[in-house]
C-alpha cells in the first residue's frame, strides 16, 4: 500500500537553499498531523508507504526545510480515498432482464 504524491516547490525559500520535505498526513476526520515520510532531497514528490492503509482516506500536506529549520505547512490535499489501483472487473445485474429475440433480428447496446 502506497500513495504517490507531487508538489511544487514553495515561491519563497527562507533565504536558504530548500534541503529536503516532510510529508505529514492525517485520516480525514482526524486532529493530528503524523510525519508519514521525509525527502532526502529537493525533489517535489514522494512516495507514502506503511503508514496508510487500504480503504482509509487521508488528507496530506509538505512542510519544506532548510537551514532555519521547517517552514509553514502546505494547504492539505484534498481527501483521498487508499484502495487499489486496478480492480476486477463487475456487471451490475440488477438491471439485467430476460429478452426473447427471432433469428434474424439485430440486438445491439447502448
Given at each position: 500500500?502506497?500513495?504517490?504524491?507531487?508538489?511544487?516547490?514553495p515561491?519563497?525559500?527562507?533565504?536558504?537553499?530548500?534541503?529536503?520535505?516532510?510529508?505529514?498526513?492525517k485520516?480525514?476526520?482526524?486532529?493530528?498531523?503524523?510525519?508519514?515520510?521525509?525527502?532526502?532531497?529537493?525533489?517535489?514528490?514522494?512516495?507514502?508507504?506503511?503508514?496508510?492503509e487500504e480503504?482509509?482516506?487521508?488528507?496530506?500536506?509538505?512542510?519544506?526545510?532548510?537551514?532555519?529549520g521547517e517552514?509553514?505547512?502546505?494547504?492539505p490535499?484534498?481527501?483521498?480515498?487508499?484502495?487499489?489501483?486496478?480492480?476486477?472487473?463487475?456487471?451490475v445485474g440488477?438491471a439485467?432482464?430476460?429478452?426473447?429475440?427471432?433469428?434474424g433480428?439485430?440486438l445491439?447496446?447502448?
Amino acid at each position: 500500500n502506497f500513495v504517490d504524491l507531487i508538489w511544487e516547490a514553495p515561491e519563497h525559500d527562507g533565504g536558504a537553499k530548500i534541503t529536503k520535505y516532510i510529508v505529514e498526513c492525517k485520516e480525514k476526520f482526524g486532529k493530528e498531523w503524523v510525519k508519514c515520510h521525509m525527502t532526502d532531497d529537493d525533489v517535489c514528490k514522494a512516495k507514502v508507504e506503511d503508514v496508510i492503509e487500504e480503504g482509509k482516506t487521508y488528507e496530506f500536506r509538505v512542510k519544506a526545510v532548510n537551514k532555519g529549520g521547517e517552514g509553514q505547512p502546505s494547504l492539505p490535499t484534498k481527501s483521498v480515498i487508499c484502495k487499489s489501483r486496478f480492480v476486477k472487473p463487475f456487471i451490475v445485474g440488477e438491471a439485467m432482464t430476460d429478452i426473447v429475440i427471432k433469428r434474424g433480428q439485430h440486438l445491439s447496446w447502448d
